[in-house]
């Protein structure tokens, strides 16, 4: 493992971005979003998906020029991604939506048809940063099923992340956040161990044997399937979970779901919620609560000295003043795959040097 430099690792996904199709404009909004994700700690959101987007681009899946389209649907809107980045898309939505609840005190945007929308977190930070609250549910469109009901080895969903957002007004210095898959862990934790040859964690995955996946290749060739979150015990929490973001993502971004084996869109539909809390309470009084409850949770003790009562959204806010300082630690598969791009590519020269 390595530590690169942010500014040179942007500049570098930028440049390999730009090397597959897209604009300037385009490829530096991909590569922030991209490095931002590394930056907080959710590599398997980072610069590990660019030879996989440049995979995309090469068989028509994604289209690096698209641009995608707003529908009306009355008051609110569908974002349309129309084979854009996911990146893209998520930042349309986003504007709709915040502009959406300023004006009416909530705000709802369907996504259907979107590339990847990465980490779903940058886009409940880039609302809570205006001062709303944000929820989201995102599918797959039937595309990249990989979750297994409780009890099988079938995949029958995506990972299918809820995410939410609460601002803080300074009651902490980060706002709260929760962002996860309804599977034991997103599937990028699985892409970043492909080719490195580390097994995976026995409670991540499961087989028609009932025994987990060793390695991360064999999963990425259709074996075995994630637990839904909650594993082998309470794994239908997490697998109801999934199915009702299944749905609201689907209803709302009037997309698909998965309804057979073999669905080939694997793009990201969702629904995005954002409300003024301030038809309801003051920012004043919403930061009171804030402070009471965290301090609160903080006053647990810990069972052993080494731990540490955190809460949602601040161990990536650590992650990220710690990384600005020291640079973003690059994984060696992580580090290969990029190396090659760059060869692919022709543009070696453009790497950060710590890659090279």
Do not use: C
């Not at 300074?170 to 490195?196: C, M, N, W």
């Not at 697998?239 to 309804?259: Q, R, W």
Request: hydrophobic letters at 35%; zero cysteines.
């Amino acid at each position: 493992m390595t530590s690169t430099d942010v500014d040179a690792l942007e500049a570098f996904a930028t440049r390999a971005i730009e090397a597959y199709g897209a604009s300037k404009d385009v490829a530096q909004t991909v590569s922030n979003s991209l490095v931002s994700a590394d930056l907080v700690g959710h590599s398997s959101h980072g610069v590990v998906r660019i030879p996989y987007y440049e995979a995309q681009a090469n068989d028509g899946s994604l289209d690096p020029t698209a641009t995608p389209t707003i529908e009306s649907a009355g008051p609110f809107t569908q974002v349309v991604g129309g084979a854009a980045f996911g990146q893209i898309t998520g930042r349309y939505a986003v504007e709709e939506l915040i502009e959406t609840a300023n004006s009416h005190g909530v705000g709802i945007v369907g996504i259907r048809d979107s590339g990847h929308l990465g980490r779903i977190g940058e886009w409940a930070n880039r609302v809570t940063e205006e001062g709303l609250l944000f929820m989201s549910w995102v599918n797959l469109q039937g595309g990249a099923q990989r979750i297994a009901p409780p009890g099988t080895a079938d995949r029958r969903l995506g990972t299918n992340p809820i995410t939410f957002g609460v601002p803080t007004f300074d009651a902490l210095p980060f706002d709260l956040l929760y962002d996860g898959a309804t599977s034991q862990v997103a599937h990028g934790k699985i892409i970043e161990r492909d080719g490195s040859g580390e097994t995976l964690p026995v409670d991540w995955t499961t087989t028609g044997s009932g025994d987990p996946v060793e390695y991360a290749a064999d999963f990425e060739e259709g074996i075995g399937a994630l637990l839904p979150l909650g594993g082998r015990e309470t794994g239908y929490k997490g697998f109801d979970l999934a199915v009702m973001t299944e749905l609201f993502a689907s209803i709302i971004g009037d997309g698909p779901v998965s309804a057979k084996e073999d669905q080939n869109w694997q793009g990201n539909g969702a629904a995005f919620i954002a409300i003024d809390p301030e038809i309801f309470t003051t920012r004043e009084e919403l930061s009171i609560r804030v402070k009471a409850l965290s301090e609160y949770i903080r006053s647990a003790e810990p069972i052993e000295d080494s731990l540490e009562v955190l809460l949602p959204g601040e161990p990536e806010y650590r992650t990220s003043e710690e990384r600005r300082q020291n640079g973003i630690p690059i994984e060696d598969a992580v580090a290969d795959g990029l190396r090659n791009l760059a060869n692919e590519l022709n543009i070696e020269h453009e790497l950060p040097t710590s890659l090279r």
